[in-house]
Structure formats: C-alpha cells, structure tokens
C-alpha cells in the first residue's frame, strides 16, 4: 500500500551519475591491516594471515571494481551479461543511495545546516548535530546501496558463508559508499565465473546489511528514514524503513490456483481457510494492526495433517488464491512463500538463516503474507532425534521462536501453515505452537467419492449421472455444521475413554468448572496435553465466537471494507460477532485433543511396528542359520581367525 510513497526521480539519481562512475572505475580506500598477506600460499587460493596483531595498522588500496568484475572471464575483452549487470548495478545503486542520502537530508535540518557549515563552520550544538546527521546519512547510504544489490541481483546457488564484513566508514555518504564497494570488490576478486561472483556479490549485500542493522543504535536521526516508504518504479526497487531487512527481488506469485468448489470434502478445513483469507484482509495497514486480533480469533499458525493424496496441497492453492485475489482487487502487496527441504544446507547456521528470513519476509508489516511448510517432518526435526542434520534442528528452534518466542509481535497481517503427512514426527513444543488443527481427511462419504470422481472426470463424455444430487453434500454451511457436530462427542479411542470417565463420574458438563475437570481428565490420560494445549483451545473458541461469514459484498471492491479505517473495520466486524456457548466448547476441545491423542497413538503404533519387524527379522535370520547348518554341519558361521 503506497501510504506515504515517496518517488525517487530519476533527475535525481542522473545527477550522481558521474560520481557513481568514479566509485565503480578506480578510487583509494584506507582499511584496516587484519595481518592477511597479499600472496596467496600455492595451490591453495588461501593467504597467509599473521599471528601478530595488527589491528591499530591500516593501509591504502586502490578500488577497481571495474576491473575486477572483468577479471572474472578472462581471455574475452568484452564483459559477459551476468559482468555487465553487476557493474551496472553496482553503478546505478550508488547513484541511488546518494539520491536517497539527499532525501533524507531534505526531510531534517542536515541541508539547512550543510549550507550554513558552507558559508562558515558551525560551532557548538550545531556542529555536533550537524556530525550527527551527516553519519547518519552515511550509514543510509550504505543501507540504501546494500538493499539496492539484495533486491537487484538474481542467484540460485548457495552464498558463500565466510563472507567478511565491510570495514565501514561513516564520515560522509561518499565515505560510506566507498567502504561498501571496496568490500564488494574484494568479495568478487578471484570467483572461478560469473555465477559465483553473482552469488558472492549478493552474500556481501547481505552481510553488509545485517552488520548496518546491528550498528543502527549508534546512530540518531534515522526516525525521518525508519517511516520512510520510497520506490524507484523504473528497476522495482523498494526501500520500507528498517522494519525488514529487503531480501530478493520479489517475483510475480505464480500458482495454479484453486477454487473452493474444486475441493471434495475437508469441509472444516476448507471452511477455515476462506475465513483466513477474509480475516487476513481485515488488516489496517496504516495502524499495522487487524481487528481480529484485537477482538479474539486471529489465526496465526496452524498445521494440517492427512494421509497422502488427502488434499493438502490444493488446500494451499485455495487459500494462496483467494488471498491474491482479494489483495488484488484492495490494491495491496501479497507475499506467498514456502519453506521445503531444498532449503535446509550443508553450511552451519545457514539453515537457521534461509528459515529466519522466510519468516521475515512473509511476517513484511507492508504486504498480506501466506506462509507454508510443507512436510514439516523432513524440514523441521524433533529435538530428541540424534538421526537428525544439524540444519533440521536450526529450523525447529528458529519456528518455535518465531511462532510462540519472547519477540514474537502478531499484526494480524499473515499467517503460517505447517502441512505433514506425519505429524507425529514433528517436535511436540513446536507442534502445539499450531494456534489449530486442520484434519484434511480428504473425501469421505458415497457421495463424495460420486462428487470427486465427476469433477475430475470433467465433460467429455455421454454417461449418465445416475440417481445423486451432484454437489449437495458440499454446500459449505450444511456440510461444516454436519462436521462441527461429528466433534460433539470424541472421534479417537483413547480420548472416548475419557469422555465416558467424565460422564460417569460428573455427567454432562454445564459449568466452566465441569470443564476444567474434563481437560484436567485429558491431562491424566495425555502427558503433551499441556497448558498451550488450553491456550490453543481458547483460541479456537474465540475463533468460533466470530465464526462469522463476513459478506463477499465486502470484498468485491476495495471500499465496501478493505480501505475503511481501522476503528470502522473494527466496528463492523464487532456487529457480527456472536457468543460461544458449550457445544462449541466441547466441540473445539475434542477436535484438538483428538488431534494429540491421533498423533500419540500413530508414534506408538510406529515403535510398536518398527520393533516387531527387527523381532520378525532376528526370528527369520536364527531360522535361517539353523538351515544352513542343518543342510551342511560343516559350515562355520565364525568369522576368520585374527579378523574377530
């Protein structure tokens, strides 16, 4: 949403252009001598780096980055595409970074005093202001220039992850600049070819990036830039402030979207999805803030789980599609992302990175966001699992602090979904950071199977439809109230156990302290039935309690709801609200203790399976032996002598 947009022009930037030429062409840069010799030791592309410090030493070098970038291909005079984009980039994101250091001079007092420090040094309050602003437009220079070769340069590969540091300087925004293109020239000095000086190129921006973010607090006068919202239209580049570190060039979503009448059964779950993408639509972006989260029933992570084949994915496309579509019509950015196994690496830490920028990049206060897991169990492994990378294990930690951690600031603006085949195998403290429990089961009745089968079989043919009401049962109100009510009474064997306990010892609940007992009954029967477990009961609840259809007359254009204020949001949505009563009380907390009671007892039937079948085989490999003995006693099943 383009509240406060601030245009970059491209007069501005033209202006720099000159001086953007000098930066990437040849300048000299003082650095500090970190004992790293110039000559590299043979046949190991590595220098020798000394023991003695020489930290207070600093040296001269000069900055050709021109040069160094066609050094790369050597033997061709002319530089190859992926060569020339780099320079280009370099070049035109320092043009950049200077245009927006004199915006953000514009926007304080640092213009008014750089004039009056021209026409004669100030002195006092006002010099040290005016030091002040002028680092401070350095540092957004920097910042500026970073985030330009993040959002502009496109590699697939794994980064490098020894990438140093700039040795920043922030005197002046020229100063800053050059520190930044030095340590850009030195990444890209000596990359075998032009895909790793690309991949080499955006882990500096990167770092650089992450080492601006932790110097940030030394420096006032930043407010003017944090609020920022500024766009260059001619490369698609946005800078939003400091609330995100920019990651890479967003692309156009491409999915094959699904409508909701292409989905066969799963009635809750498909009915919750098209109530998240209406809630996430509710989101103010000038407050930064959803009336559902205020109200109660905001649905911030959930995980959905189903045999193979059951409809998970196409659960996603539905509710990535609804999402863009509505985003679309209200004029507002939309971020779907998926984090998969291709994500998780071999370099250590890395993993815990690719999943703490996923996070960030969908949890963007500036656009709606849709994130997903999927197959959570191979991406995100349980703590107690020794079997298990070092890359599965930063994932689980940097979820769980993400979804449920001491910084966790819940906007209202995305969601989270975690999908599995298995969820029994996902750790349990992340599993119950699951706000619901989505049981994509999939088709189920007769008519069902009648329905699926016609969709899918589509037109091309003469056969009859025979005696069915084609689609009745999926009418989505009858079919989610007929779901609900299944949950009245518990669906899993070991929870029945305790209902019946409960209702021989205290019968029907009707008090909030019959209810209390009940969980507390469950509790005694499941040990991972904790307090978050009630936690995400209520939630559910409160959920239910506004287990209202907002009209799709609000969301057909961008007026009727989706560009009110927050307070008339607020107030509208307010009206529809409605009081839970006990049926939903215990409909919602048998769902989700069927849930916990579903994944117990698939982790023990495993175990259970896993030990007999090493039974079954110690069992078959003792008779096979006696076999072998039986049909030649004189083979010896002893290993060799001096090999035991």
Known sequence: MDTGLTSIDEKDIEKHRATAQSLVTRFVVMEADGGRSKTELAGTGRRFVSTVSTGALRRTREVELAKTIAAVRQGDPMLSIAQHALLYRARRGVA??????????????????????ARSPLEGDAAHLYHGLLQASAYVAAFTLSSYLLQMLDAEAEPANDTPEPDFAFDTPQDALKSVVAALDGTVAGAQDEAAMTVRARALARVAIEGLLQRRSRFSGLGAFE??????????????????????????????????????????????????????MAYDFDRQLNPFV???????????DG??????????????GLLNDYCQVAGVPFHYENFGVD?????????????????ENVMSPRAIGFGTIDDIDQVAAKRSDDRASAGQQEVTGVLMESFAGAGTVIRGNCSFGMFSNYPENVDDALRQRAGARWLVDGPQTLEDY?????LLA???????????????TQEIKRAVETAY?????????????????????????????????YLHEIKLAEPRFTGRAIKNITDAIKMRAMDIELPDAWFETPEAFMRKGYDDKKAMIAELRKPFTMAMVMQEINRYADSEFRYSDRSDDAAVAALVRDQRLRERAVREIEEMKGANPNVSLSPPAGRG
């Open 96 to 117: 950049v970074a200077l245009a927006v250091a004199d915006v953000f001079a514009r926007s304080t007092e640092l213009e008014s005093l750089q004039e009056r420090n």
């Open 227 to 280: 609020n920022a919202h500024m766009r260059l239209d001619a490369d698609d580049f946005t800078l939003d402030g400091f609330d995100v570190a920019p990651g890479q060039k967003r692309k156009p979503l491409v999915m094959t979207f699904k409508k909701p009448d292409e989905i066969i059964g799963n009635h809750i779950a498909k009915f919750q999805a098209m109530k998240l993408a209406k809630m996430l």
């Open 294 to 304: 205020e109200l109660g029933g905001f649905l911030f992570t959930f995980i959905g």
């Open 307 to 320: 045999a193979p084949g059951t409809g998970k994915t196409i659960l996603i496309q539905m509710t990535a």
């Open 343 to 359: 994500q998780i690496s071999s370099y250590q830490g890395k993993s815990g990175q690719n999943c703490k920028q996923f996070v």
């Open 450 to 454: 009648v329905d699926i089968f016609v």
């Open 458 to 472: 589509g037109k091309n043919h003469s056969i009859p439809l025979g005696k069915h009401q084609l689609y009745a």
């Open 485 to 517: 009510e299944a949950h009245s009474k518990p669906q899993e064997e070991g929870l029945q156990k305790v209902y019946e306990r409960f209702l021989d010892s205290r019968g029907e609940p009707k008090t909030l302290a019959d209810i209390g007992a």
